[in-house]
């Protein structure tokens, strides 16, 4: 169950219903989804994680695909149901494929156990992998 109202249209305010209408424009959909639903009961949260959104998840150095398996890998590790699920669906818009998906779920499975392990051991950085300054 939802700790914050899943706002319909009828329901949200001015400021959100602009919000949510700049999602339809710029996805090109009618469908506005429940994350972004749920923050609009803070109209000011929705706007800026919508604006921050669209810088980080925009145009760049890395591949669209690329960001949404980064997305879905750090889902996994934080335990977010819904970004696993909802990027999931992002990134099969975007090209990957089923062998792509197994492939990230096992990188993601493996970083998590020697993390783990070099967490648990509190094994020391070797010093060629520090940044310059780090190495002092």
Request: charged letters at 20%; hydrophobic letters at 50%.
């Amino acid at each position: 169950m939802a700790v914050a109202p899943i706002l319909s249209d009828d329901a949200a305010g001015a400021e959100a219903l602009a919000v949510f209408d700049d999602i339809r424009a710029k996805r090109q959909t009618d469908y506005v989804n429940n994350f972004w639903r749920a923050l609009a009961a803070d109209p000011a949260l929705l706007k800026a994680t919508w604006d921050r959104l669209q810088v980080v998840m925009g145009p760049g150095s890395l591949d669209p695909l690329v960001k949404e398996m980064i997305y879905i890998a750090v889902s996994v590790t934080n335990g977010c149901s819904y970004c696993i699920h909802s990027h999931t669906a992002a990134a099969k818009a975007k090209g990957m494929t089923a062998a792509q998906h197994g492939e990230l779920m096992a990188v993601i499975a493996m970083a998590s156990q020697t993390n783990a392990l070099a967490t648990a051991l509190q094994v020391p950085v070797d010093s060629r992998f520090l940044a310059e300054e780090e190495r002092g």
